[in-house]
């Protein structure tokens, strides 16, 4: 779990801690979970201590690995490494001091870009008031719906040279979603058992504002759910809490296809478009 990667906007990934919990419906069909406690299973032993299983369960306990803390120096080729994709670093079980030691291993090593993910924005915000933030660190926030589009708020709190939003998986529509300030824009739908559909027009939209405000936009997959002609299987019109007339007006016809036939091209094409480097 620690080398190249198959994620398609990033190259290889990190985890010096590993485990989490639900925070937000977003992490329902949490595929890190999921791979979890399959390698418990195998006998991984990163993957030995439980969650509470109400919110996790087997092999997603909150583990930190301080052995891991070294990996990235080993890479001496430049890489661009998500950090932490079995986990949330900002997690309240992560002692602060453990973040520090991440964090001065992505400042000695400026080498790599690093990406890192949270749900947890307020901690991170709350956090990072006082630090000084490596220039090689990609700071961003998981938002799947309006409900969650604080999180950016937290985010431009903070002192990092790129900031950007997950919005995977897309569970409705981001129009409240204030883009002032970020960077970079990932947007998807959610594979495996259980997945929900996205809404053919949420990711449109969203695709369509972040062109307006020259924030980049990459378009990471549909997931599942493919939009199809109709007579399928569903119907999925977007939520009327939208606040929005002409999303809320459109339905569309979707077949769960699985990810890879469903593919990444939206609207004929494919989105992947990523911010700059920066370098100092």
């Known amino acids: 779990m620690s080398d190249r990667s198959g994620i398609e906007w990033t190259e290889a990934t990190w985890n010096p801690t590993t485990g989490c919990d639900r925070t937000s419906p977003g992490c329902d069909h949490c595929y890190a979970l999921t791979?979890?406690?399959?390698?418990?299973?195998?006998?991984?032993?990163?993957?030995?201590?439980?969650?509470d299983p109400r919110t996790s369960g087997p092999g997603f306990g909150l583990t930190t690995h301080p052995d891991q803390l070294e990996l990235p120096r080993r890479w001496k080729t430049p890489r661009t490494i998500f950090v932490n994709s079995m986990s949330d670093l900002f997690h309240p079980d992560v002692p602060d001091s453990f973040i520090a030691d991440v964090f001065s291993v992505i400042s000695e090593t400026p080498q790599h870009t690093y990406q890192l993910l949270t749900k947890r924005s307020q901690r991170m915000r709350r956090l990072l008031d006082d630090w000084r933030l490596p220039t090689n660190l990609w700071l961003g926030v998981s938002i799947e719906s309006n409900r969650y589009a604080f999180r950016a708020d937290h985010l431009r709190e903070t002192p990092a040279k790129v900031k950007f939003v997950s919005a995977e998986p897309l569970l409705g529509p981001l129009n409240?979603?204030?883009?002032?300030?970020?960077?970079?824009?990932?947007?998807?739908?959610?594979s495996g058992r259980g997945a929900?559909?996205?809404?053919?027009?949420?990711?449109?939209?969203?695709?369509?504002?972040?062109?307006?405000?020259?924030?980049?936009?990459?378009?990471?997959?549909?997931?599942?759910?493919?939009?199809?002609?109709?007579?399928?299987?569903?119907?999925?019109?977007?939520?009327?809490?939208?606040?929005?007339?002409?999303?809320?007006?459109?339905?569309?016809?979707?077949?769960?296809?699985?990810?890879?036939?469903?593919?990444?091209?939206?609207?004929?094409?494919?989105?992947?478009?990523?911010?700059?480097?920066?370098?100092?």
């Open 176 to 190: 409240e979603l204030d883009l002032d300030g970020i960077d970079w824009v990932i947007a998807g739908g959610e």
């Open 35 to 51: 791979l979890a406690r399959r390698l418990k299973a195998m006998g991984n032993a990163k993957y030995s201590r439980d969650g």
């Open 196 to 280: 929900r559909p996205m809404h053919p027009s949420w990711a449109a939209s969203l695709r369509d504002r972040c062109n307006e405000k020259g924030v980049s936009f990459f378009f990471k997959q549909w997931g599942a759910w493919a939009p199809v002609d109709e007579g399928t299987r569903l119907a999925v019109a977007v939520p009327e809490s939208s606040h929005t007339d002409d999303l809320r007006s459109q339905v569309v016809h979707m077949r769960q296809v699985g990810k890879s036939v469903a593919g990444r091209r939206l609207d004929g094409r494919t989105w992947d478009d990523m911010p700059a480097r920066v370098s100092s």
